[in-house]
């Protein structure tokens, strides 16, 4: 197919060549020639129920042929309402109103511009400033952009980002602070809670609007969990200087981590809570965030109930049918279930996988959100080079071998550290975890092999 058509495809990356997908069914994709992909990571963590879902494709088709598009500005359909209760009533208690949008960017972007309203509109007209997290990331719009710490997605436009501040976020393995776990105690000295004191105090309280956060942090750190108490104390952090906490959930939410949503894992509910990805398990463009009710009185209170803010395809009729339906599936077919069995199945084989491979430093993860972070000297956690596109070459061997995980990079300082998420359709079976992880061994053999033969090449061509 290649060779007969012409190339107008603004690509991803000029530099690649893409294999061409004609279909998918359950956990594999195929391209043009036949061959097969698992798709270990779920595209981009977003195709949940993995692929070739008919009931999911019926729905959406049934709702264009009724309706596929209404103006939210104007109307309203009743997908919308089925789908926006269906989300209330498993989101943390009090945040009972959905707002939908296309994707995450979107969503975080709502977020924040709703906490700048929520808090002018109150009488609070110098809160505007966000404080993010680095080596977090909520989205590539300018707004979500700046709001997350990706270093290397924010460098080519850091003249056009907004001026917002970073903390950094917790990850014990690798302390930012270079503090050991025990003598670590939260209740008077926990370094990553009082860095965000400190920020707030210097900023002046009546100037922040909003603290944004992943409560396990997907593509930058490679699924690393917040320590047991954190949120608690963010919590407290946010309630006492009047701080809107978003939770982006836009990677963790609908099950990927063994509960509906991932801010579950520590006891706490925010006051704003965005989604994406699981939502339509990827099957339609959709996203959003739902909203705490004390926002939203003040919203109606203050602002004659109007949000400033919208986009022409919020609440798409045929996007929120893909919605309901997948949140439907996922009730139906116990998914929650799946993932916390199937889960710790994945993490004790890739646990296995960690003692024959040194070079896996470190296994996390809830749910089907698993990460493993590569390193250098595995006992250590010694980097690989940043040159060597350790994980990104570690995709292109399983590619290559017929199986799809998710690089990144920077899970050390931003720049160097390497690891891959494992993250497949959360109806996967244990057999099907077999399969993938087999083809990880087989693709860090080869990764290994061929570090062996460059630094032969590389002692050779010294001592010539
Ligand atoms: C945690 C998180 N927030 C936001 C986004 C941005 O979502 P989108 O790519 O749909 O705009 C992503 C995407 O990977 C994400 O993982």
């Known amino acids: 197919?290649?060779?007969?058509?012409?190339?107008?495809?603004?690509?991803?990356?000029?530099?690649?060549?893409?294999?061409?997908?004609?279909?998918?069914?359950?956990?594999?994709?195929?391209?043009?020639?036949?061959?097969?992909?698992?798709?270990?990571?779920?595209?981009?963590?977003?195709?949940?129920?993995?692929h070739g879902v008919e009931e999911i494709a019926e729905a959406m088709a049934l709702q264009a042929k009724k309706a596929a598009f209404v103006h939210t500005m104007r109307f309203e359909t009743e997908v919308l309402f089925k789908l926006a209760e269906k989300i209330a009533k498993i989101a943390p208690h009090s945040l009972n109103k959905v707002y939908f949008t296309s994707g995450g960017s979107e969503a975080n972007e709502s977020a924040i511009k709703l906490a700048r309203q929520f808090h002018k509109d109150a009488g609070r007209p110098e809160k505007h400033i966000v404080i993010g997290r680095w080596q977090s990331y909520h989205g590539n719009t300018f707004g979500s952009l700046s709001a997350g710490g990706d270093i290397k997605r924010r460098q080519v436009y850091t003249p056009n980002l907004i001026n917002f501040n970073h903390v950094h976020s917790p990850n014990c393995k690798r302390c930012p602070y270079q503090r050991e776990?025990?003598?670590?105690?939260?209740?008077?000295n926990w370094s990553c809670v009082r860095e965000l004191e400190s920020v707030i105090t210097e900023i002046g309280p009546d100037n922040v609007s909003a603290f944004i956060a992943e409560p396990i942090v997907g593509s930058q750190l490679g699924a690393v969990s917040a320590p047991e108490g954190y949120f608690k104390e963010i919590r407290k952090i946010c309630d006492q200087y009047n701080i809107v906490l978003i939770v982006d959930e836009v990677m963790t939410g609908f099950g990927r981590t063994g509960k509906d949503f991932a801010i579950q894992h520590y006891g706490i509910s925010p006051d704003i809570m965005t989604f994406g990805k699981g939502v339509s398990a990827g099957y339609a463009p959709l996203a959003g965030m739902v909203v705490h009710d004390r926002i939203v009185d003040s919203l109606i209170e203050n602002s004659k109930g109007k949000f400033v803010h919208g986009y022409t395809y919020s609440g798409h009729p045929v996007s929120v049918a893909a919605g309901l339906s997948a949140l439907t599936i996922y009730e139906r077919d116990g998914i929650l279930k799946n993932v916390q069995v199937v889960g710790d199945y994945l993490k004790q084989q890739l646990l296995a996988l960690k003692k024959r491979y040194p070079i896996i430093f470190d296994v996390r993860g809830e749910g089907l959100l698993v990460g493993i972070e590569?390193?250098?000297?595995?006992?250590?956690?010694?980097?690989?080079?940043?040159?060597?596109?350790?994980?990104?070459?570690i995709n292109n061997i399983a590619m290559e071998l017929g199986a799809v995980f998710y690089p990144g990079s920077g899970s050390l300082n931003g720049n160097l550290g390497d690891h891959l998420l494992i993250s497949p359709p959360l109806n996967v079976t244990s057999d099907e975890v077999d399969g993938m992880v087999k083809i990880l061994e087989n693709s860090l053999q080869i990764f290994i092999e061929e570090l062996k033969e460059e630094i032969m090449y590389e002692i050779t061509k010294q001592i010539r």
Do not use: W
């Open 1 to 50: 197919m290649r060779e007969e058509i012409e190339d107008y495809v603004f690509h991803r990356d000029f530099s690649k060549t893409y294999p061409i997908i004609t279909h998918g069914k359950g956990i594999y994709l195929y391209d043009e020639n036949g061959k097969r992909f698992m798709d270990a990571c779920s595209g981009a963590v977003a195709a949940n129920l993995g």
């Open 181 to 188: 776990k025990e003598d670590c105690d939260y209740k008077q």
């Open 374 to 393: 590569l390193a250098a000297d595995g006992e250590v956690g010694t980097p690989f080079p940043e040159t060597l596109h350790a994980s990104e070459r």
